[in-house]
């Protein structure tokens, strides 16, 4: 009894799957996008001057 219970439940499920709004997805994102660059609430929209991130020494890897 309960393993028809679970294989009406399963079929069911299959029948009423849900698929993704790809399309609203990419609207949102474009909208997004003409908002202007974007940061977080650390860096904010300009992000981080590169400059501060020098130690102080001239390499191949801080340059």
């Not at 009406?8 to 029948?15: D, G, T, V």
């Not at 009423?16 to 996008?33: E, I, W």
């Amino acid at each position: 009894m309960q393993q028809q219970v679970q294989q009406a439940e399963q079929a069911n499920n299959k029948a009423a799957a849900k698929t993704p709004d790809v399309g609203a997805m990419l609207s949102a994102n474009m909208q997004a996008a003409k908002a202007g660059g974007s940061g977080t609430m650390l860096t904010g929209t300009a992000g981080i001057d590169t400059k501060s991130l020098n130690l102080g020494k001239n390499t191949l890897l801080g340059s």
